[in-house]
């Protein structure tokens, strides 16, 4: 079986400050990795993926993650947050099964 | 772009009732999934269709039901329900062979 183990249920940080949120994960398979963000009331919107290749991938709002199959992690990063940023964060992986297992998440929450 | 539509958005229902929630994939989506967000918890896979045909279960009681239509649209269908039962039910709609799903904006069940 697998799983998603993101470390921090809630990471506060002030605006403009850069932030880490962590994911590990545990297969036996290859996986497929992603980052899924919810904002209060809403939906999950993708942030970003990882499927193959280049293991730094990218979101258009700053956002960068890293695949890093020694140590089985998929850390979310952004060297500078807004507070538009303030959300839920969901670490998810998919063994092929296209069923997504997810994280338990991470509250970011920036202060001004 | 069309996104996943979801209906109702809120419901509301008394123990023991039933309960029909609705899912509009993204046009030429072949691929239903439904997930279960308990208050504060992460989402959890229920169950999948593809081409109509049930293709992946997960955690999902014997007393939800699922199906996917002709059109694409799936329908979870949940008897008797249970104070449990009060969660975020979201539908995700893919392309076979692709790994990225696209989620709706949930529906809210409040079992009273």
């Known amino acids: 079986a697998q799983s998603v183990t993101q470390l921090d249920s809630q990471v506060p940080v002030f605006e403009e400050a850069p932030v880490e949120l962590r994911c590990n994960y545990s297969?036996?398979?290859?996986?497929?990795l992603f980052w899924y963000v919810q904002y209060p009331n809403q939906g999950l919107q993708l942030l970003l993926k990882?499927?193959?290749?280049?293991?730094l991938v990218k979101s258009i709002n700053g956002f960068e993650a890293e695949f890093n199959k020694s140590q089985t992690s998929f850390h979310l990063r952004k060297p500078s947050v807004h507070i538009s940023d303030t959300a839920e964060y969901f670490c998810?992986?998919?063994?092929?099964?296209?069923?997504?297992?997810f994280g338990s998440g991470t509250r970011l929450q920036v202060q001004p | 772009a069309a996104g996943v539509i979801q209906s109702p958005r809120h419901l509301i229902k008394e123990k023991r009732e039933t309960a029909t929630l609705k899912c509009y994939p993204i046009p030429r989506h072949d691929t239903v999934y439904w997930y279960q967000q308990g208050p504060g918890q992460d989402p959890q896979f229920l169950i999948s269709?593809?081409?109509?045909?049930?293709?992946d279960k997960g955690s999902i009681p014997d007393r939800f039901s699922a199906q996917q239509f002709s059109d694409y649209h799936s329908e979870l269908n949940m008897s008797s329900l249970e104070l449990g039962d009060s969660a975020l039910y979201f539908c995700?709609?893919?392309?076979?062979?692709?790994?990225?799903?696209?989620f709706g904006p949930g529906t809210r069940l409040t079992v009273l």
């Open positions: 998810a992986l998919d063994t092929g099964r296209r069923a997504l297992t």
């Open positions: 990882y499927l193959s290749g280049s293991t």
């Open positions: 995700a709609s893919s392309l076979e062979g692709n790994n990225e799903q696209f």
């Open positions: 297969s036996s398979v290859s996986v497929y």
């Open positions: 269709f593809y081409e109509k045909m049930q293709s």
